[in-house]
Antibody, heavy 122, light 110 residues
């Protein structure tokens, strides 16, 4: 069974950093592209970033480009999101997500974690 | 990276069929057969409901079906049931190798 467990969320001041982690199990982690998707309170889903299975290709939404960095450690089956220069508008539940198929760009999300809440406020 | 356009709400009576539209551009929905749909209950993570326009993942009811014409994709729910009341999001791969979601549709079962 696929399991995705996010951690690292919490309250952070504007301008501060925060790193999210996602521990994956139940599948061959390195075979799948992974992604972060966020949802602001009462709002819709917003794709944030994704990374290829090998980790050598990354993509970002314009809203986070230059501030967020996605990475993965395939030896630890863990996905990360380093978030810097955080703004109030980054407040959201952040979901870790797994591609639905192997060895290609993210074209559909087959599995989601339960999410971790990030609140940016002074 | 503009969100795909969905109606804010759609409603129907039990047993009826409803259709949710998802409109993009030739750079996303119209350019690829990589449209997916997700169901989300309040306070819960989204659930994978449809991929590659019209394919259902294992375990998803065959009351759900998908289609696409030009820059607009659609999700149809047949035989509407109370448990179908949820938010639904479409998504698409884009020409920039990024991913975009729709604005979301709240389905209400009357």
């Amino acid at each position: 069974e696929v399991q995705l467990l996010e951690s690292g969320g919490g309250l952070v001041q504007p301008g501060g950093p925060l790193r999210l982690s996602c521990a994956a199990s139940g599948f061959t982690f390195s075979f799948y592209a992974m992604s972060w998707v966020r949802q602001a309170p009462g709002k819709g889903l917003e794709w944030v970033s994704d990374i290829s299975g090998s980790g050598d290709t990354t993509y970002y939404a314009d809203s986070v480009k230059g501030r967020f960095t996605i990475s993965r450690d395939n030896s630890k089956n863990t996905l990360y999101l380093q978030m810097n220069s955080l703004r109030a508008e980054d407040t959201a539940v952040y979901y870790c997500a797994k591609a639905d198929r192997t060895k290609v760009n993210l074209v559909a999300i087959g599995n989601w974690g339960q999410g971790t809440l990030v609140t940016v406020s002074s | 990276q503009s969100a795909l356009t969905q109606p804010a709400s759609v409603s129907g009576s039990p047993g009826q069929s409803i259709t949710i539209s998802c409109t993009g551009t030739s750079s996303d929905v119209g350019g690829y057969n990589y449209v997916s749909w997700y169901q989300q209950y309040p306070g819960k993570a989204p659930k994978f409901m449809m991929y590659d326009v019209s394919n259902r993942p294992s375990g998803v009811s065959n009351r759900f079906s998908g289609s696409k014409s030009g820059n607009t994709a659609s999700l149809t729910i047949s035989g509407l049931q109370a448990e179908d009341e949820a938010d639904y999001y479409c998504s698409s791969y884009t020409s920039s190798s990024t991913y975009v979601f729709g604005t979301g549709t709240k389905v209400t079962v009357l």
